[in-house]
């Protein structure tokens, strides 16, 4: 059963566009983690959130914690190509489990 | 600042071989951890090292797989024989703080190939 759930799955659009993805689970969470990987790299640290309801901005890129800290949702505003790439959450909640991840695709 | 270190980059085996994966964690960093990434299953957690030693081995798929951290600038993970389902990026991180919220920082992986 996997802890995490992130969907969408895979995301396809326009430079340009704004996003939503997100992460998801019926277990609280102590902390969350994104990080997002690039082809032939490891997943890099995006940003942590640990308390509820928590809102944090990276350049175009918005994270929130979701009240109850059962979920978490990541908007990029005006994608860029190298917004590209694999979008991972991460939990310390139990096996320090990975979600299962969005793969993102911004074509020029 | 060297990152966390990973040998080989790619491996090409055949089935029944020793395999034998090499990490060398961020200098200071009091945990390390081996993933293994596929297209099916995604970023699994195989074991985790805090200050050497194992902490959870529960994700090693089964006896085939070993993990060693003899010191704290080096561990292996050793699979022996080695299956085509082993097939699959192998990736090593290492943290500082506390397991459940420190960041971990990856290595660029081992690419394994069981023929």
């Known amino acids: 059963t996997q802890l995490l759930e992130q969907s969408p799955q895979f995301l396809s659009i326009q430079e340009g566009e704004n996003l939503t993805v997100y992460c998801n689970s019926s277990s609280v969470f102590s902390s969350l983690q994104w990080y997002r990987q690039e082809p032939g790299e490891g997943p890099v640290l995006l940003v942590t959130v640990v308390t509820g309801g928590e809102v944090k901005k990276l350049k175009r890129l918005t994270f929130q914690f979701g009240d109850a800290r059962k979920d978490s949702s990541l908007h990029i505003t005006a994608a860029q190509p190298g917004d590209t790439g694999l979008y991972l959450c991460r939990t310390g909640f139990q096996k320090l489990v990975f979600g299962t991840g969005t793969r993102l695709l911004v074509s020029p | 600042d060297a990152g966390v270190i990973q040998s080989p980059r790619h491996e090409v085996t055949e089935m029944g071989q020793e395999v034998t994966l090499r990490c060398k964690p961020i200098?200071?960093?009091?945990?390390l951890f081996w993933y293994r990434q596929t297209m099916m299953r995604g970023l699994e957690l195989l074991i985790y090292?805090?200050?050497?030693?194992?902490?959870?081995d529960s994700g090693m798929p089964e006896d085939r797989f070993s993990a060693k951290m003899p010191n704290a600038s080096f561990s292996t993970l050793k699979i022996q024989p080695s299956e085509p389902r082993d097939s699959a990026v192998y990736f090593c991180?290492?943290?500082?703080?506390?397991?459940?919220?420190?960041?971990?920082?990856f290595g660029e992986g081992s690419r394994l190939t069981v023929l």
């Open positions: 200098s200071g960093h009091n945990s």
């Open positions: 090292f805090n200050n050497n030693v194992p902490i959870d």
């Open positions: 991180a290492s943290s500082q703080t506390g397991i459940r919220t420190g960041e971990l920082f």
